[in-house]
């Protein structure tokens, strides 16, 4: 039995769910990263100096990936938005992290694990 096709979404519902979104990752954006053991494993760090050191470059994130999408978004320019903000916090966090390693750093991030359904708690706090 096929399932009916949604009704696409109306410029008020995406306004209001983009506003949601953005609100949520200003608010808890570093906890994306950080409440994921295996990315706090690449830096050999814990979550408290997780969020310390990502709470410190967040807000400058959120800016430059806000300044890139429409104020009222489409769903692909929600998860452009995601992305950006996710790039971002992972690039500054590697530019914390200068004197380490950055190859050994680089290397694990690529081989980890993202647990979706941990970073969908994350965002939702």
Do not use: W
């Not at 808890?28 to 410190?56: F, M, P, V």
């Amino acid at each position: 039995v096929s399932q009916p096709t949604p009704p696409p979404k109306t410029e008020y519902q995406n306004e209001i769910i983009g506003e949601m979104i953005k609100t949520k990752v200003q608010k808890n954006g570093a906890d994306l990263l950080c409440d994921q053991e295996s990315y706090r494993g690449c830096y050999k760090i814990s979550r408290e100096q997780c969020l310390k050191e990502l709470n410190s470059v967040k807000d400058d994130c959120f800016k430059r990936a806000n300044d890139r999408v429409p104020r009222i978004m489409n769903e692909g320019e929600m998860k452009q938005f995601a992305q950006q903000f996710g790039s971002c916090l992972a690039l500054r966090h590697l530019q914390l992290h200068q004197d380490k390693n950055l190859a050994e750093i680089g290397e694990c991030m690529q081989k980890m694990s993202y647990d979706k359904a941990q970073g969908a708690k994350s965002i939702m706090k």
